[in-house]
């Protein structure tokens, strides 16, 4: 009786893991990902607050500041090697980066909650421009104001070093060249 009991009970509990509507992935990639509002919010010149401090190691080992790229309109990619929509827009942020560096673009990354091994992986065979390694969120973090609450996000800072997009969604070359054109066409 107790063996008969135990065969029942055992697909009661593998169907309490099947997919269907509000069901949470339960593999280790995926357990991570959180997926953003979808909102694009391009905030007025007169409304925009100041990026926060940011600097630290790349993926590679060099260090960045973001300061130093005051003068140029920042494209600010939180990604992480275990989110499917990061994988899928790095191939367009690549595109938008290559087709806007030339007019005063600058793009960063930001690895956030991943492995050093599987950043740098990532990073080498998907993207040209640098991102800072920060496994513990805390570049994120100092985004109080405009917090990126899910990956991926990305951030549009102008020329003056103020937050003027913010895009909690997958980006797609046809809708972040316009925004990139829009900010770094401002005086």
Excluded: H
């Excluded at 949470?24 to 995926?30: G, I, L, M, P, R």
């Amino acid at each position: 009786m107790r063996r008969r009991t135990i065969l029942l009970a055992i697909p009661l509990a593998l169907a309490g893991c099947t997919t269907g509507t509000n069901v949470v992935s339960q593999t280790n990639a995926d357990s991570r990902y959180v997926a953003g509002d979808g909102k694009t919010i391009v905030y007025p010149v007169a409304e925009r607050k100041d990026a926060p401090a940011v600097r630290g190691s790349t993926v590679d080992g060099s260090n960045l500041d973001l300061a130093s790229l005051k003068g140029q309109v920042v494209v600010l990619n939180f990604w992480a090697s275990w989110c499917p929509p990061c994988r899928l827009e790095s191939t367009d942020l690549e595109t938008v980066y290559k087709s806007t560096k030339d007019s005063g673009v600058a793009f960063l990354g930001v690895n956030s909650r991943d492995e050093k091994d599987s950043a740098k992986s990532f990073a080498d065979s998907r993207l040209t421009y640098p991102s800072l390694f920060d496994p513990a969120g805390k570049v994120a973090l100092s985004f109080a104001d405009v917090p990126p609450t899910a990956l991926p996000c990305t951030l549009i800072i102008d020329r003056v070093g103020k937050i003027a997009v913010v895009i909690r969604n997958t980006v797609r070359t046809d809708t972040l060249t316009p925004l990139v054109q829009q900010i770094a066409a401002e005086k």
